[in-house]
């Protein structure tokens, strides 16, 4: 069974950037699933940052703005987020999950089946 | 605001049948596959239903149906253990994201 698991920093400053990195075991992230981002603001709903594909297809939130890279190293089964220029407004729970695959179809646009714990980032000085 | 709305809250007792709704439009629930998660006391989300498919370890009580722009999840015997708040998600071609609805918040009285 697939478990992902996110590190990084729990505190970066305003303007720096946020870099997190999710560890998928019993998987491999070479396969057919999409895997991505999903951020959680203190006390509000779920807000979908990003998905990539092994295969280098990575797609991410309009609404980000440009500020985001999802990378992956095949090599350590892990894939990356890093968040430009952040303020306060990115300060949130920040979750790693696989994107499901329906009939042994893989698309990007298909719903999530699998989380990580989540990791609480906070920007403040 | 969310591009799926849901109910703020539901109630229900032990045993009964509840259906939580998420509506859309056609860029979305239309015409994607909708996911259901449970997060219970802001820890992490977990898939309850995919795409109307039950996954492994979700007890058979849950399930997913849509119609036209609506999703729905249905509860039939509710369990203390159900207490929790329910997202659903879908792609939303207009705006080439995954969108999420804003979340209800499911009581067991």
């Known amino acids: 069974q697939v478990q992902l698991q996110e590190s990084g920093p729990g505190l970066v400053k305003p303007s720096e950037t946020l870099s997190l990195t999710c560890s998928v075991s019993?998987?491999?992230?070479?396969?057919?699933?999409?895997w991505g981002w999903i951020r959680q603001p203190p006390g509000k709903g779920l807000e979908w940052i990003g998905n990539?594909?092994?295969?280098?297809?990575?797609y991410d939130n309009p609404s980000l703005k440009s500020r985001v890279t999802i990378s992956v190293d095949t090599s350590k089964n892990q894939f990356s987020l890093r968040l430009t220029s952040v303020t306060a407004a990115d300060t949130a729970m920040y979750f790693c999950?696989?994107?499901?695959?329906?009939?042994?179809?893989?698309?990007?646009?298909?719903?999530?089946?699998?989380w990580g714990q989540g990791t609480l980032v906070t920007v403040s000085s | 605001q969310s591009a799926l709305t849901q109910e703020g809250s539901v109630s229900g007792t032990v045993g009964q049948k509840v259906t939580l709704s998420c509506t859309g439009n056609?860029?979305?629930?239309?015409?994607?596959?909708v996911g259901w998660y449970q997060q219970v006391s802001h820890g992490a989300p977990k898939t309850v239903m995919f795409?109307?498919s039950l996954p492994s370890g979700i007890p058979d009580r849950f399930s997913g149906s849509k119609s036209g722009t609506t999703a729905y999840l249905t509860i039939s015997g509710l369990q203390p253990e159900d207490e929790a708040v329910y997202f659903c998600s879908t792609w939303d071609n207009s705006l080439s994201a995954h969108v999420f609805g804003g979340g209800t918040k499911l009581t067991v009285l």
């Open positions: 019993g998987h491999s992230i070479s396969g057919r699933y999409y």
């Open positions: 999950a696989r994107g499901g695959c329906l009939s042994s179809t893989c698309y990007r646009e298909n719903p999530f089946d699998s």
């Open positions: 056609r860029y979305n629930i239309r015409s994607y596959s």
């Open positions: 795409a109307n």
């Open positions: 990539l594909h092994h295969s280098g297809g990575t």
